[in-house]
T-cell receptor
Framework: DTAVSQTPKYLVTQMGNDKSIKCEQNLGHDTMYWYKQDSKKFLKIMFSYNNKELIINETVPNRFSPKSPDKAHLNLHINSLELGDSAVYFC??????????????FGSGTRLTVV | RKEVEQDPGPFNVPEGATVAFNCTYSNSASQSFFWYRQDCRKEPKLLMSVYSSGNEDGRFTAQLNRASQYISLLIRDSKLSDSATYLCVVMDSSYKLIFGSGTRLLVRP
């Protein structure tokens, strides 16, 4: 039973295309995230949703649009793909209360290559 | 200045060696601290949380110095399977995890 699952695992596409990455968690967590890991292996947060509401939106081009249909799913749609979008995208989830964050669980990543 | 800074390494050590990684963070309001481990082409996985009093989990010991904004990880009796990238991670007041760029460890036979 995969706790946080992402699809697809690999995605190769041409510049200018539009693509989506899907994420689902079966942990009952209320908060989900998208992180980007670039070629220098630096992991940086893009978005965070809590109970379907956007709570963190870092400086990300508006070609990237997250959607959370319910608290178990957080999808990422990318318009007009550019070469610089090539990276590994990780979905994660966590349980957050007023006092504590009980830690993140990451999906296995989606390796996006734009050619 | 990066929010979380680590020596990228690589640290190349023989099996059985003791190795230490250090990390500094810039935001004094940071709330929680962690070490994550990331194997090649895999997702990051939580290794251990870091508490002010210092904490140990088997061969791994983590220390936090809030005054100096400094975190460390000590690995004793290194195993081949410890080869990975170790990520220093800080949680800010909005529960956002901020990652260092990682320190690569290679344990050789």
């Amino acid at each position: 039973d995969t706790a946080v699952s992402q699809t697809p695992k690999y995605l190769v596409t041409q510049m200018g295309n539009d693509k989506s990455i899907k994420c689902e968690q079966n942990l009952g967590h209320d908060t989900m995230y998208w992180y980007k890991q670039d070629s220098k292996k630096f992991l940086k947060i893009m978005f965070s949703y809590n109970n379907k509401e956007l709570i963190i939106n870092e400086t990300v081009p508006n070609r990237f649009s997250p959607k959370s249909p319910d608290k178990a799913h957080l999808n990422l749609h990318i318009n007009s793909l550019e070469l610089g979008d090539s990276a590994v995208y990780f979905c994660a989830s966590s349980h957050v209360t007023q006092d504590f964050n009980y830690g993140y669980t990451f999906g296995s990543g989606t390796r996006l290559t734009v050619v | 200045r990066k929010e979380v800074e680590q020596d990228p390494g690589p640290f190349n050590v023989p099996e059985g060696a003791t190795v230490a990684f250090n990390c500094t963070y810039s935001n004094s309001a940071s709330q929680s601290f962690f070490w994550y481990r990331q194997d090649c082409r895999k997702e990051p996985k939580l290794l251990m949380s870091v508490y002010s009093s210092g904490n140990e989990d088997g061969r791994f010991t983590a220390q936090l110095n809030r005054a100096s904004q400094y975190i460390s990880l000590l690995i004793r009796d290194s195993k081949l399977s410890d080869s990975a990238t170790y990520l220093c991670v800080v949680m800010d007041s909005s529960y956002k995890l901020i990652f260092g760029s990682g320190t690569r460890l290679l344990v050789r036979p």
